[in-house]
Each structure stands twice: as structure tokens, then as C-alpha cells.
């Protein structure tokens, strides 16, 4: 069965500094991985997506994450994190075509970046 | 361009009060609809998926229901309100075959 992990409930970073979300996954096949960004009262918003090819993905907002087939991973980075930054991130891997292709959700990542 | 509509954005019930939440798309025919609930601000709970009008798979047993009268409206109901379905509801859709979901702007619903 499909599933993905965020080991971290919540990341503090300093403004100015790298940041890195943590996000493992299990899928059987190749996955999709997406990240989405929540802030307060807000609806999800789309950051970033990797279906096949280069291992780096670069979405909005500066955010970038690496697709790491070994470590079943795709952490969410950005070189130098701003306090508009903070909100609430949200990993997730595709279901197969059996699961309608729905997507599976991490429990959510808090990002605080302090100033 | 498509858009996705909720409303209303925040709503009020007391226990026991029946429930109706509405979610439209526009710019898209035929999309996958999804209904999502998420408490205290942390991880989604997929409710209902429709991948058609009149087909609606529930994934959580709950007082809840939904409905699709037309191809790109999506309805969340409730008869009786309990205070455990306070929370902020989240609608969205996607096109068959592709993974990707795009939200609308949601629902805070608290029941007292």
C-alpha cells in the first residue's frame, strides 16, 4: 500500500538560513510526488511536482526538492528561507490508477521562520 | 483558466443542525471532486471522491453525505450536526488520469 511520511511535526529555521521539509514515501511503481503549501484559513496551493526525469524539481515561490529513488525520498529545500515563508507543508504521493490516482497525504509539516 | 468557488467561507450551527456546503468549478469539464476535512489546522482527511455525476465513493463512515447534481458541483450534507464535525472543509478537483488536485478556498465550520 501507498504511503508517505513526515517525520517532523514542526521546523524552525532562522530567515536568511536553508531550509529543508522531510518527506519519505512507499509506493509500488514509479511515484508521483507532489508538495503543497498551506497558510492560515487558506486552501491548499500547489509548490511543486516530480513524474519522471530530473531528480531536482523546482517549483514556486524558490522551493526545490530532490526526488532520491534509493532513499525513497523528496525533501522540500529552499537556499534562503523568509519569513513569508512560514505555513503548513504537505507532501503527498499518487495512488495508481486502482485508487482513481488519488493522492495520499502526509500529516502536514509546520515551518516557522523567525526573523 | 479554472476556478474552484466554496462557500460559505465560515458558518456557525448548533449541534444537531442540518449542513450544506457547496463546491463549484469553472473552466473544466468532467473533473474528479473531492471533499476533504482537516482538524486543528493539521492533516487532510478525504471524505468523498466523485469521478462523475451520481458516482461517489464515501471513505469515511460518519454522518456525513455528498452529492453531485450536476457535473461541476459538489455537495457536503450533514442532517444532524455533531461537535466533532467541526473543522475546516476542503473541496477539490483534478482531471481524470492526472494526480495533481487544485483547492478551493474552504470552509471553517465550527458546531457549538
Known amino acids: 500500500a501507498q504511503s508517505v511520511a513526515q517525520p517532523e511535526d514542526q521546523v524552525n529555521v532562522a530567515e536568511g538560513n536553508p531550509l529543508t521539509v522531510k518527506c519519505t514515501y512507499s509506493?509500488?511503481?514509479?511515484?508521483?510526488l507532489f508538495w503543497y503549501v498551506q497558510y492560515p484559513n487558506r486552501g491548499l496551493q500547489f509548490l511543486l511536482k516530480y513524474i519522471t526525469g530530473d531528480n531536482l524539481v523546482k517549483g514556486s515561490y524558490g522551493f526545490e526538492a530532490e526526488f532520491n529513488k534509493s532513499q525513497t525520498s523528496f525533501h522540500l529545500k529552499k537556499p534562503s528561507a523568509l519569513v513569508s515563508d512560514s505555513a503548513l507543508y504537505f507532501c503527498?504521493?499518487?495512488?495508481?490508477?486502482?485508487?482513481?490516482?488519488?493522492?495520499?497525504w502526509g500529516a502536514g509539516t509546520k515551518l516557522i521562520i523567525k526573523p | 483558466s479554472q476556478t474552484i468557488h466554496q462557500w460559505p467561507a465560515t458558518l456557525v450551527q448548533p449541534v444537531g443542525s442540518p449542513l450544506s456546503l457547496e463546491c463549484t468549478v469553472e473552466?473544466?469539464?468532467?473533473?474528479?471532486l473531492y471533499w476533504y476535512r482537516q482538524a486543528a489546522g493539521r492533516g487532510l482527511q478525504l471524505l468523498f471522491y466523485?469521478?462523475?455525476?451520481?458516482?461517489i465513493s464515501s471513505e469515511v463512515p460518519q454522518n456525513l453525505s455528498a452529492s453531485r447534481p450536476q457535473d461541476r458541483q459538489f455537495i457536503l450534507s450533514s442532517k444532524k450536526l455533531l461537535l466533532s464535525d467541526s473543522g475546516f472543509y476542503l473541496c477539490a478537483w483534478s482531471v481524470w488520469g492526472k494526480n495533481e488536485q487544485f483547492f478551493g478556498p474552504g470552509t471553517r465550520l465550527t458546531v457549538l
Open positions: 466523485s469521478i462523475g455525476i451520481d458516482q
Open positions: 503527498a504521493v499518487s495512488g495508481d490508477r486502482d485508487s482513481n490516482y488519488q493522492l495520499i
Open positions: 509506493v509500488s511503481g514509479n511515484p508521483y
Open positions: 473552466g473544466t469539464s468532467n473533473p474528479n
